[in-house]
């Protein structure tokens, strides 16, 4: 893989998103990358046509902040969580919550659904991962994770594997067909995990400001990226979508990109006026999104 150059890298601002009040704690383009959804501190979560700078609809119900969305590959359906304990479970178009999954005894960091978008899998502040049938009437946990010692950060799915970060210092690494798990301790609290687009690799984002790229099978320490500040913020980091450049935000309101290989800087600007807390890459253009305890979304070209 190699590096795909400076210019080709969405440094350009060409849209501020702006509505929710208080800080914005996640943005995240959808399957297709039309659209983007975004959460936050006002308890809203918030639908927008990124590239065109509108919003299109606000979802309430949620009685604490909003900590992370994700919505299916069909776009008809999202699941949130955040500080009341609840994961929501939506329908997109007529705005309605379907569901309520209630289990965890605190805060809900992060949530995705499956491929098939038929499970819902919740990381919680209860040490706990805890996947949510979408299909059935009940609201009980099929099945619960309890193996961290500390708060579970973030979550990825692939068809057989549930991979999540926690603030014990572990990327862990559960089979769900044969029921085996294996742990990577990187010995630092682990704020986000993204995999990269090839499946190869898990993106680690710990706390004392370093990126880890890890080998997804062997859990070998691939490389580290240095730069930007990371200490005390959930922050999002994540690969473009040729694999060639990693990025993340900082928090002093910088966005930074490394080459993958050799963890260099390629990049790095001011986005924000404060903490960066979501960086989403477009599936196929060079178009990312960034969100920011400043209340802004922006919406980044070449």
Known sequence: MSSAGVEYLPTKEVNVLKGHEGAVLA????????????C?????????????????KTYKSHGREV?????????????????????????????RVIRKFRGHDSEV???????????????????????????????????IIDTFSDSVTSVCLTKTEIIAGSVDGTVRTFDIRIGRQISDDLGQPVNCISLSNDGNCILASCLDSSLRLLDRLSGELLQEYRGHTCKSFKMDCCLTNTDAHVTGGSEDGFIYFWDLVDASVVSSFRAHSSVVTSVSYHPTDSCMITSSVDGTIRVWKT
């Open 67 to 95: 900590r992370d969305v994700h919505v299916t590959a069909d776009n008809s359906k999202i699941c949130s969580c955040g500080g009341d304990r609840q994961v929501f479970y939506w329908d997109v178009a007529s705005g």
């Open 109 to 143: 960091n992060a949530v995705k659904f499956n491929e098939y978008a038929s499970v819902v899998v919740s990381a919680g502040y209860d040490r706990s991962l805890r996947a949510w049938d979408c299909r059935s009437q009940s609201t009980e946990p099929i099945q």
């Open 40 to 56: 936050g501190k006002d308890r809203t979560i918030r639908l927008w046509n990124p590239h065109r700078g509108i919003q299109i």
């Open 27 to 38: 943005a995240r383009f959808n399957g297709n990358g039309e659209y983007c959804l975004s």
